[in-house]
């Protein structure tokens, strides 16, 4: 059963800073594509970031861009999301996923949801003014 699990979110004052982490277990994985979503408050769930399997392509939503990176590490099921210059418009429960390739590897259905096939239960950040 494949588990993707979240942690790093928490309370931080605009400005700051937050880094988090992704760890997937419960299969072996191979060209999948990353990425990190989040939902605020009476919002739809919208694309944050993606990464595909050798990290060397990613690609951020225009809000996030110049501010956070996305990093992964295969050899150890685990992805990060580094947050920077945090906004109170970042607050949301972030979420990230695994992209198996159904629909492709192209931007548009890295930044799709509904292309996204493991989720992860979510981590809470709020960003305070």
């Known amino acids: 059963q494949v588990q993707l699990v979240e942690s790093g979110g928490g309370l931080v004052q605009a400005g700051g800073s937050l880094r988090l982490s992704c760890a997937a277990s419960g299969r072996t994985f191979n060209n999948v594509a990353m990425g990190w979503f989040r939902q605020a408050p009476g919002k739809e769930r919208e694309f944050v970031a993606a990464?595909?399997?050798?990290?060397?392509?990613?690609h951020y939503a225009d809000s996030v861009k110049g501010r956070f990176i996305f990093l992964r590490d295969n050899a150890k099921n685990t992805e990060w999301l580094q947050m920077n210059s945090l906004k109170p418009e970042d607050t949301a429960v972030y979420y990230c996923?695994?992209?198996?390739?159904?629909?492709?590897?192209?931007?548009?259905?890295?930044?799709?949801?509904?292309?996204?096939?493991?989720w992860g239960q979510g981590t809470q950040v709020t960003v305070s003014s």
């Open positions: 996923a695994i992209n198996e390739g159904r629909a492709g590897f192209s931007v548009a259905a890295l930044t799709s949801a509904t292309s996204y096939d493991y």
């Open positions: 990464i595909n399997w050798s990290a060397e392509w990613t």
